[in-house]
T-cell receptor, first 115, second 109 residues
């Protein structure tokens, strides 16, 4: 099973600032995924991070607000730009297991609170 | 659109059996997954179904009917540590994993 490390694990941010979340996987993976989980809710896919090409964003999420980098097969970053209190959420990085089933493994999450 | 529906909350007694249902309508289907998520933690994978029928894994079993767009997760011999949210997820035709809102299970003594 893959081990996925995220940082920061939590942060308190001021309105209007930006924060970059880092995600490191202990093995090479073709695709990495970024999810948002707002309090008491389930996971919403933000975008798929592809190595060597631009990220693919889901409806309701745009690159200017959530720029993503994927410089190699083990690392990705998600930036939450120009934050507002509505961006307070847990952001989760994930990657497929590599098994035939293709289940996702998740990082520990980054809990952001925007004041 | 895509919908994955499951009950919001369920309560059961330690030692009992509980069944958590999930119905889905997605753009394509490439497998149904169940995840467990304890409060404040990341989801962890429980089970996978891609063909119709029952998959058993210890105290947990998962069932799929593709024609009905229906799955359930069956938890036997409930333990207090099983109190968690259970997330139904479908991998759609594009390969993306879509999650239901989760069912918060409370196991009582």
């Amino acid at each position: 099973s893959a081990v996925i490390s995220q940082k920061p694990s939590r942060d308190i941010c001021q309105r209007g600032t930006s924060l970059t979340i880092q995600c490191q996987v202990d093995s090479q993976v073709t695709m990495m995924f970024w999810y948002r989980q707002q309090p008491g809710q389930s996971l919403t896919l933000i975008a798929t991070a592809n190595q060597g090409s631009e990220a693919t964003y889901e409806s309701g999420f745009v690159i200017d607000k959530f720029p993503i980098s994927r410089p190699n097969l083990t690392f990705s970053t998600l930036t939450v730009s120009n934050m507002s209190p509505e961006d307070s959420s847990i952001y989760l990085c994930s990657a497929p297991s590599g098994q035939n089933t293709g289940e996702l493994f998740f990082g520990e999450g980054s809990r952001l609170t925007v004041l | 659109g895509q919908n994955i529906d499951q009950p919001t909350e369920m309560t059961a007694t330690e030692g009992a059996i509980v069944q958590i249902n999930c119905t889905y309508q997605t753009s394509g289907f490439n497998g149904l997954f169940w995840y467990q998520q304890h409060a404040g933690e990341a989801p962890t994978f429980l089970s996978y179904n891609v063909l119709d029928g029952l998959e058993e894994k210890g105290r947990f079993s998962s069932f799929l009917s593709r024609s009905k767009g229906y799955s359930y997760l069956l938890l036997k011999e409930l333990q207090m540590k099983d109190s968690a949210s259970y997330l139904c997820a479908v991998r759609d035709g594009g390969g993306d994993m879509r999650f239901g809102a989760g069912t918060r299970l409370t196991v009582k003594p």
